[in-house]
């Protein structure tokens, strides 16, 4: 009698090193499952830091033993530069078609300048619009990819429930779009450093495939005159506002009204936090009724915070009704507790009021847990 399969996968959950589910692979019962622990993800392309592996071994690989290609579930892929040999392109195209079990996914230009769409060969954009019309993707990240075309664009709107553009831009050159190729399911959207992307998205032909977006993480900054929040603001229920630009003098973006905005994110930093209030005051005002939450993500550096800041933070939240309010703490692995335990009693006393009424939430969160496999970066709005 065999160990059953639900036993052998609890044991396996409980190996934490890759040497032990190594050698856990000679027992016969245990090899398929820890295979696939294994080989759960795969990192194609060769990083200028390092990491990552070659397209041709991916491939040999793939020939070789084709039956782990299902086991692959996470694909971080450098896409190659203009220079790449022919080969190195075949073997990428082999290995995205072989690809039958993905549903994390970042595709990644070369560099940090976004590598243009028509700089990848006829062959290699074939392959990419292949497969990511073939997986049943939960996520999917375009990053430093440029000009793409808007039939691409929607192609990613229907292959899956969380999207992320950043760095990208769209080609305006290409025809407008006739009709979509797939219906979009994208749910959660996530658009930073792309005031191009911006542009198309808003554009009346793409209408159609923003209809199902519920959760949105963008950077006000490129977008415009705020075309894209005041499109999506009557179905949006969380917002995450990524300000590039947090110094007093940036602007503060007037924010329409959003009834059914249950919870919202905002990042501060420590040096802006006087001038802070004039936003989390533009969020509670486009959604004074149905608001919840606003989760303030800060990276605490100093044995010092600004006391007539969180009081007038304090004032004005308390004054209208204050939703629960969640200062996320972003610190290095091996802070030392003491120094949380300051930044806690500080934020407390700060703002007796909401403290008071049960209003004011302090959590701790290491920046290494904020980061996940395909890159993008874990806010409640994309989990």
């Given amino acids: ?34 295979q696939r622990m294994l080989l759960n ?30 086991y692959f579930t996470r694909l971080y892929c450098l896409l190659p530069e203009a220079n790449a040999t022919d080969a190195e392109v075949h073997a ?3 290995v995205l078609y072989n690809l039958s079990n993905v549903r994390h996914c970042s595709l990644r230009g070369a560099t940090d300048l976004p590598t243009s769409w028509t700089e990848f060969s006829p ?28 039939a691409v ?27 979509p190729a797939s219906s979009p399911i994208v749910q959660n959207l996530l658009v930073l450093s792309s005031p191009g992307v911006v542009d198309v998205l808003t554009s009346p032909n793409f209408g159609p495939q923003m209809t199902n977006i519920r ?33 007093t003098t940036a602007k503060i973006l007037s924010l329409p009204p959003m009834q059914l905005l249950e919870s919202a994110e905002v990042t501060l930093e420590y040096e802006w936090m006087l001038p802070f209030h004039a936003r989390l005051e533009s969020i509670l005002t486009a959604a004074p009724d149905s608001l919840r939450e606003i989760c303030i993500t800060f990276t605490p550096k100093l044995r010092f915070l600004h006391q007539t800041a969180l009081a007038r933070m304090d004032d004005f939240l308390t004054d209208g009704g204050a939703p629960l309010i969640r200062w996320r703490l972003d610190v290095e692995d ?44 874990r806010g409640d709005c994309l989990e």
């Fill in 123 to 150: 062959s290699l954009c074939l392959a990419i619009a292949e497969f990511i019309g073939r997986q049943r993707l939960a996520e999917l990240e375009i990053h430093s990819i440029g000009t793409l075309p808007d």
């Fill in 1 to 34: 009698m065999g160990i059953p399969q639900d036993l052998v996968w609890a044991i396996l959950q409980e190996v934490d090193d890759h040497r032990s589910l190594k050698m856990s692979v000679a027992g016969i019962p245990f090899r398929e499952p820890a």
């Fill in 215 to 247: 959760k949105l993480w963008w950077d006000p900054d490129v977008d415009t005159g705020g075309r894209l929040i005041s499109m999506l603001a009557p179905n949006l229920e969380h917002i995450r506002v990524q300000y590039k630009h947090q110094s």
């Fill in 41 to 70: 993800s795969l990192n194609l392309g060769i990083a200028k830091e390092g990491g990552g592996r070659p397209y041709t071994d991916a491939m040999n690989l793939l020939q070789e033993s084709p039956h782990i290609a299902s």
């Fill in 153 to 179: 664009l929607a192609l990613c709107f229907g292959a899956a429930p969380t999207l992320s553009l950043i760095n990208t831009s769209a080609d305006m050159t290409a025809p407008p779009m006739k009709s």
């Fill in 334 to 377: 091996n802070i030392e507790s003491s120094f949380i335990d300051f930044v806690v009693s500080a934020l407390e006393q700060g703002m007796p009021r909401l403290h008071a009424q049960g209003k004011l939430l302090v959590e701790r969160r290491s920046i290494s847990d904020r980061v996940s496999v395909t890159g993008l970066l």
């Fill in 92 to 94: 990428l195209c082999t």
